[in-house]
């Protein structure tokens, strides 16, 4: 038989086709399930189906934690950069994305991204043109997109919580630039544990004054104003289209956080001293 034909009958003649990629399998074509993890999981309707296989669940759940705990847990400072994965390359996001990853990188920041195309993909690329390290944390979505070329670590998730976790736990700071659903997601995510101190010192920069400054009105005007959120909640983000700008406040805010820690660990070793010399004093006059 033609080795071509052989070819083309084992493969039925289709070309390369779809691809997922679900954790550590990489699925095409026809092997492509309908559904995410995601979906099954939150899916109510399958509840039948609990008692038997949301228990191996818990335990794919619980590899995926490990698997990013072990992944990112030696990760210099980290910024986790959000924006649209429809972006142009040419649009004036992603300029401003890939000179906000070469900056990063300078001030001596690994970039972490969702690892997609467009904003993600500027800043990823930046940071690796500026000599810095750059993360792409990928979702499994019934539109693949795949981890772009810029990265260099990446990680793909079943789910969205376990890698909403690391997005968090390995950055010091956020910079959210023009995006969709999921950068607000993100954003308002990031928001709410600073405001409910669940995260400490965690600056929110938003990147793109035109694109924002709709949102910022009704935050001031409609949730500050009806009392659903104080002003103050308002100074936990910063608004610039200036990149310099962006990183020299993440860079104080890093800054002011570690004064802040050396004067609580001396102000503990001082009152441990005390205690110590209080209860030798008490010891000798026994």
């Given at each position: 038989?033609?080795?071509?034909n ?22 095409r ?43 990112l ?65 990928g ?5 693949e ?18 890698r ?70 308002l ?6 289209d ?34 110590q ?10």
């Amino acid at each position: 038989m033609d080795p071509m034909n052989h070819s083309q009958g084992r493969n039925g003649g289709r070309g390369p086709g779809p691809e997922r990629h679900r954790g550590a399998v990489t699925l095409r074509r026809e092997a492509i399930p309908l559904s995410t993890a995601d979906q099954r999981l939150l899916d109510s309707r399958s509840r039948g189906d609990w008692k038997t296989k949301d228990a191996w669940r818990a335990l794919r759940i619980l590899s995926e934690f490990v698997e990013g705990f072990d992944t990112l847990a030696d990760l210099p400072p980290a910024v986790s950069v959000f924006g649209s994965a429809r972006s142009k390359p040419d649009s004036p996001e992603c300029e401003l994305a890939e000179e906000l990853g070469a900056a990063l990188a300078a001030a001596g920041y690994a970039v972490i991204t969702g690892g997609g195309p467009g904003v993600m993909e500027a800043a990823n690329r930046g940071a690796i043109e500026a000599g810095g390290l750059s993360v792409g944390l990928g979702i499994e979505l019934p539109f693949e997109q795949g981890i772009n070329d810029w990265v260099d670590m990446a990680i793909d998730f079943r789910y969205f919580f376990a890698r909403k976790t690391m997005f968090v736990k390995y950055a010091q700071a956020f910079v959210v630039l023009p995006g969709g659903f999921g950068t607000l997601d993100e954003l308002f995510e990031a928001l709410t544990l600073v405001q409910t101190g669940k995260v400490t010192r965690f600056p929110v920069v938003l990147m793109g004054t035109a694109y924002w400054s709709g949102l910022l009105d009704w935050l001031r005007d409609t949730l500050a104003a009806d009392g659903k959120i104080g002003l103050a909640d308002l100074e936990l983000i910063i608004v610039t289209d200036d990149v310099n700008a962006a990183v020299r406040h993440i860079v104080e805010a890093d800054a002011a956080l570690a004064a802040e820690q050396e004067a609580l660990q001396e102000t503990a070793i001082a009152q441990a001293e005390a205690a110590q010399q209080s209860a030798a004093t008490t010891r000798n006059t026994r």
